[in-house]
Antibody, heavy 120, light 106 residues
């Protein structure tokens, strides 16, 4: 069974930075694009970013472009989300998800998420 | 960018058929995907490429499209199907878009 475990969430002040990690296992990580999706408390799902299997192609939601950076280390089966200039509205559970393909098509499996709270 | 519109809520009695619509101009050009999210849990894929069902998903779940509307159908809905359902697609650049979600009450 595919597994993704997110970490790095916590409480952070507005304007500060945080880096999330997602360690994947039980599949060939380097063959798949990876996504980050978030869900604010009581709200719906919001797609955040995607990185292709080799890391050469990255796409972002308008709400985070210029502040968030997605990256990956295939030697560590890990995808990251560097979040800078955090805002209160970035408060959410952040999920990483595995794409079925090597580029962005759809999210086949999800981790359990990590909570990020941006508050003064 | 694309927008996907879903009804906020749908309610059916156990054993009835539940239909959840997702409308958007991109539907005729893009595959639709559907995710189920039960309370406090991560989402799960229930339909991919408009109408295909992962092997682990019960047969009562099906998908279809017509014009600008994709529809998730749950035939003989069960109490355990009560959840939030989201449609999803990716644009030509690979950016993802979710519908606003539909709360299904059974």
């Amino acid at each position: 069974q595919v597994q993704m475990v997110e970490s790095g969430g916590g409480v952070v002040q507005p304007g500060r930075s945080l880096r999330l990690s997602c360690v994947a296992s039980r599949f060939t990580f380097s063959h798949h694009a990876m996504h980050w999706v978030r869900q604010a408390p009581g709200k719906g799902l919001e797609w955040v970013a995607v990185i292709s299997y080799l890391g050469s192609d990255k796409q972002y939601a308008d709400s985070v472009r210029g502040r968030f950076t997605i990256s990956r280390d295939n030697s560590k089966n890990t995808v990251y989300l560097q979040m800078n200039s955090l805002r209160v509205e970035d408060t959410a559970v952040y999920y990483c998800a595995k794409d079925y393909y090597d580029s962005s098509v759809y999210l086949r499996a999800w981790g359990q998420g990590t909570l990020v709270t941006v508050s003064s | 960018s694309y927008e996907l519109t879903q009804p906020p809520s749908v309610s059916v009695s156990p054993g009835q058929t539940a239909r959840i619509a997702c409308s958007g101009d991109a539907m005729p050009k893009k595959f639709a995907y559907w995710y189920q999210q039960k309370s406090g849990q991560a989402p799960v894929l229930v339909i991919y490429e408009d109408k295909k069902r992962p092997s682990e998903i019960p047969e009562r779940f099906s998908g279809s499209t017509s014009g600008t509307v994709a529809t998730l159908t749950i035939s003989g809905a069960q109490v355990e199907d009560e959840a939030d359902y989201y449609c999803f697609l990716t644009d030509s650049s690979g950016r993802g878009v979710f519908g606003g979600g539909t709360k299904l009450t059974v």
